[in-house]
């Protein structure tokens, strides 16, 4: 579904992702791995459209990707979810998923922002679509308030709902259980179980070793930048250099 080859990204000069290739198969839950400054978000940007490669291939579902705008690559069916939360605090929790859906309609977030009073009133169809997707979500008695009320824990889901409710061939998703504790990574655990057999195919970057080794299908792990491993959670695990990588940022950091 998506296949990535030779990526790469610099930062005045410093290099981010250098010669970046793996594949995300349809169906699959493909997890994206690696120590702090990896690459990691930069590479899910990259996908998206929010920053160009500076050379590479990025093709989805047989299109190239690179040269799109962020909207133009939406609209193919690509929706993602933030590592800082991207929410509007003052809208409600379904207006928030509704900015979701115009999105995938081509438009920007801003865009999609300003259409939202005609959505309201004129579009029932995408309202219940994005009660569905809160209910899905567990936030359906919260869909009246103000997004900025809502817990951390919420906000995370909420971020996750307005993602999902477009029905995207590929969802991104960055650190979805970061700073969440153990009960509420349990039930964000179960919602990608439920999004994986479902059939959504979906690239997961996170921190959590016990949940992205219960859940993935297939791991990438990315070290400086570069693709130093790949295969199956268990094959993942005993990759000497997944050790190394990971040791090597512990020693750094004590
Ligand atoms: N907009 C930017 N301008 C300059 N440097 C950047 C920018 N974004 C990221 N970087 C640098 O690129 C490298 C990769 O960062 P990135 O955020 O992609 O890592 P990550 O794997 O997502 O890390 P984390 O696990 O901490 O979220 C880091 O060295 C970071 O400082
Ligand atoms: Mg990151």
């Known amino acids: 579904m998506l296949h990535l080859e030779h990526v790469a990204k610099n930062f005045g000069g410093l290099p981010a992702l250098c010669e970046v290739g793996f594949e995300v198969k349809a169906g699959q839950l493909t997890a994206l791995i690696g120590p702090n400054g990896a690459g990691k978000t930069t590479l899910i940007n990259c996908i998206t459209g929010i920053l160009q490669p500076d050379s590479g291939n990025i093709r989805f579902r047989g299109q190239n990707l690179v040269g799109l705008a962020a909207h133009q690559i939406s609209h193919l069916g690509i929706a993602r979810t933030f590592q800082n939360l991207k929410i509007f605090p003052r809208l409600t929790v379904l207006d928030n998923v509704l900015a979701g859906l115009t999105v995938q309609g081509g438009n ?50 909420l971020e996750m709902a307005r993602a999902a409710v477009s029905e995207p061939h590929l969802l991104l998703l960055d650190e979805p259980v970061a700073g969440l504790n153990s009960e509420e990574t349990a039930a964000i655990a179960e919602q990608l179980r439920i999004l994986r057999s479902a059939g959504h195919t979906m690239l997961l970057v996170e921190h959590d070793m016990d949940l992205v080794m219960s859940i993935a299908d297939e791991v990438i792990v990315l070290d400086s930048g570069r693709c130093i491993a790949s295969g199956t959670p268990d094959e993942v695990r005993r990759n000497p250099l997944v050790l190394e990588a990971y040791l090597g940022t512990m020693e750094a950091t004590a």
Do not use: N, V
């Not at 004129?122 to 219940?128: D, M, N, Q, S, V």
């Open 108 to 157: 920007s977030l801003l865009m999609a922002m300003l259409r939202l009073p005609y959505l309201r009133h004129r579009e029932r169809r995408l309202k219940l679509q994005a009660l569905d997707s809160l209910d899905r979500f567990q936030l359906s008695a919260k869909a009246d308030w103000p997004a900025g009320i809502l817990s951390y824990g919420d906000r995370k889901r």
